[in-house]
């Protein structure tokens, strides 16, 4: 019910953000002529389609960690039967068109509107309290923190059963008061890590994504295949995933964060190791 709510709020404000800031600019245009004039900061005429595809290439690498998401498969596990997954399908692309496209169309607009904003990622913020009343860019805005508490909330509540439920010799009452435990040191540990060590949301939300992603991605995916893993393979595979994401996330001589090597190395070194310590079949 959450989910829903959130996702039908964040789609609402997807679609009538991006209308609104359309309209301010004066239409597309309007908004072609105003690109045009702000420049393309660098990249230059003959860079531009090269810059789109990487761009392209760039957006859809970040599906590689979706199979690794807990609170993605979970999903996935509570699907009643074929229909449901059939209908969950069009839901979830139809969903993510309104979403993604919407936003372009917001950050196009925002460059245009409020070019050399010295913080980008605050455009949202921006183009909903310039251009809309109060009450109404309050609920626009809400649907950022829908944004974040669809992940947070749905990553804590897989953390606290994974305690409760699947570590053996826990019963009763305390597995209320561990589950419990395990929210409250998760979010003191999140609360440190943000003001601690500051960066931007984007950078921030893929670090995570794909260190999650690379941990528990490709075992899942091998054991999706029929392949039979043993403990200790799986455990290091997740182990390496989570790991090499972290030490490529933090090694200064690499590029930005969330880089090709970042996203495919420790999903490629994760997968090797599961399936070099799988059960092998002994020959009849």
Not at 100 to 119: A, D, I, K, S
Not at 229 to 234: D, E, F, Q, S
């Amino acid at each position: 019910v959450t989910d829903t709510l959130q996702g039908l709020l964040m789609a609402a404000t997807a679609v009538f953000l991006p209308i609104i800031a359309l309209q301010a600019v004066g239409g597309l245009d309007q908004l072609a002529a105003g690109l045009a004039a702000v420049g393309d900061q660098g990249t230059g005429p003959r860079m531009a389609g090269i810059a789109g595809i990487g761009f392209v290439a760039g957006t859809l690498g970040i599906g590689l960690g979706y199979p690794g998401q807990p609170h993605v498969v979970n999903r996935f596990m509570a699907l009643k039967d074929h229909r449901a997954l059939v209908g969950a399908r069009v839901i979830a692309i139809a969903w993510a068109v309104v979403i993604y496209g919407g936003m372009l169309v917001l950050g196009l607009c925002g460059r245009v509107l409020f070019h050399g904003l010295p913080e980008p990622e605050q455009v949202l913020f921006e183009v909903a309290n310039r251009l809309m009343s109060p009450v109404v860019a309050g609920v626009m805005i809400a649907a950022v923190l829908s944004a974040i508490m669809s992940t947070a909330d749905s990553q804590l509540l897989v953390a606290a059963s994974s305690v409760a439920h699947d570590l053996p010799g826990v019963r009763g009452r305390q597995t209320l008061r561990r589950s419990r435990w395990v929210v409250l040191m998760l979010s003191v540990l999140a609360v440190a890590l943000a003001v601690g060590i500051p960066d931007a949301i984007f950078s921030r939300v893929l670090f995570a994504w794909h260190a999650i992603g690379s941990a528990f991605g490709p075992p899942l995916i091998l054991v999706l295949l029929g392949v039979r893993l043993t403990g200790p393979g799986m455990f290091r595979a997740m182990l390496a995933g989570f790991l090499l994401t972290v030490i490529l996330h933090w090694l200064p001589n690499l590029p930005d964060p969330g880089d090709a090597l970042e996203r495919l190395l420790p999903l490629a070194v994760s997968g090797i190791i599961a399936w070099a310590m799988r059960v092998r079949e002994t020959p009849a």
